[in-house]
């Protein structure tokens, strides 16, 4: 069964930078809308980026200018890059996307990662 899997989580001082990493289980499967989401202790699930198969991105206003998605030629691995890390950043991160293709086909739908700490420590 294809999965998500993420990397790149930790702990930093604020004002330093990370970046995660999101891919697919195996390398012949596909993604075409990427996203990121967070959730910080006792609050609800955000949506924090998300980049579209035409390249287009969008970025919640806590974090825009801070924060890059980007997306692999391979179309199965994307990141956030993210700079300036306030303690408001801490969170467990999950990537995201509607629909995991393996050629034309469907084979995942709403799938999930399973989540990386991000935690900046003042």
Known sequence: QVRLIESGGGLVQPGQSLTLSCRTSGSTFAVRTMDWYRQAPGKQRELV??????GRTTYADSVRGRFTIRRHDNRNT???????????????????????????AVVASDAWGQGTRVTVYP
Request: aromatic share 18%; hydrophobic share 25%; with cysteine.
């Open 78 to 104: 994307w990141y956030l890059q993210m700079n300036n890390l306030t303690p408001e950043d801490t969170a467990d991160y999950y990537c995201h996307t509607p629909e995991i293709y393996y050629g034309a």
């Open 49 to 54: 980026a998300t980049v579209t198969n035409s």
